[in-house]
């Protein structure tokens, strides 16, 4: 019996790349000695994406769907594609034509050899310098503060072995990021390095503060580096008092000379306060991913299905 391979893709406003990039990745896979099914999972588009999904899956069973409630974001729908695929192993690709498909053999060659996920990396990004330049700094920060080294460039475009997607699966975090949520398994792994495209048609769903909740969901669910910054922060403040007193303390007695820093304190203690603000605001956002999972919500909504059977 041939093994099974699942793809999962999320839709996300994809009309213009559903097809080709499903032609695009058929022709790559013929020569597999492998069956596969593709789950398309739309995220709340609000093009004609969905109809166009409906009308391959009455095509063809092997191409299924999920349509969820509205947009649930990128990482909710990469869960549900993951949460249905049945295959023996699961690659997971954006529909953007980002994720090229002349990738796909290789990742299966190195599943065969026995590694149980394949992660793909971008050499270099050809993104506008912004989004590269955040980018090279949040990888780095993530890579230093986190207490699970994760490494910059790779995205969610991986291959996952039937073995690690059961554990995965059972980790039901609400504020999720696969990114860091696959490495954290520890299974043994490649990196296939590959040159990222421009996107073909339509545009990116990922918006500058949709990036910074992402970035900020990555930071916060693999380090406690912020909250160690209080730490850091509490101990320079003592220090410099020290010295503040000292140096009061040498002028009166040695050179019976008394400045006054009230205006430099007031300085400090203006900065101090802004600093004050970003530890709350920190703290905040633990205590909101806690309420998160206090309020053990679902994390996504299915609303309709095509070819889709029991969970995977």
């Not at 019996?1 to 999962?8: A, F, Q």
């Not at 909250?227 to 007695?253: D, E």
Request: net charge neutral; glycine share 8%.
């Amino acid at each position: 019996m041939p093994m099974k391979l699942s793809i999962v893709l999320p839709v996300f406003n994809e009309e213009g790349n559903i097809i080709p990039l499903y032609e695009k990745i058929q022709e790559q896979l013929n020569f597999q000695d492998i069956t596969t099914e593709f789950i398309y999972v739309n995220d709340g588009s609000n093009d004609h994406s969905l109809s166009i999904l409906k009308e391959l899956c009455s095509k063809d069973k092997n191409i299924k769907y999920i349509s969820l409630s509205r947009n649930f974001g990128h990482q909710a729908a990469l869960t549900a594609g993951l949460d249905y695929a049945s295959g023996d192993a699961v690659i997971t690709m954006d529909c953007d034509f980002q994720d090229p498909p002349e990738v796909l053999p290789e990742m299966i060659n190195k599943w065969k050899e026995g590694f149980k996920i394949v992660y793909t990396r971008r050499k270099e990004r050809k993104d506008k310098f912004f989004k590269k330049f955040t980018a090279k700094i949040y990888y780095s920060l993530l890579y230093k503060f986190s207490d699970n080294k994760l490494q910059g460039n790779i995205g969610d475009f991986r291959l996952l072995d039937r073995t690690v997607l059961s554990i995965l699966n059972a980790m039901r975090e609400k504020s999720r990021y696969l990114r860091g949520m696959v490495p954290w398994l520890g299974y043994e792994y490649a990196i296939i390095d590959y040159e990222r495209p421009l996107r073909t048609n339509g545009e990116s769903g990922f918006s500058l503060l949709t990036m910074v909740r992402f970035g900020m969901n990555g930071i916060l669910s693999f380090s406690f580096a912020p909250l160690r910054f209080g730490l850091i922060l509490g101990i320079f403040v003592i220090i410099t008092g020290i010295i503040f007193f000292f140096y009061l303390l040498f002028n009166y007695l040695i050179n019976h000379q008394f400045y006054k820093l009230l205006e430099w304190m007031a300085v400090m203690n203006y900065v101090l306060i802004g600093f004050l603000f970003i530890l709350i605001w920190i703290i905040g956002e633990y205590i909101g991913k806690i309420y998160n999972e206090a309020k053990d919500r679902p994390i996504y909504i299915i609303n309709d299905t095509g070819n889709i059977g029991t969970k995977g």
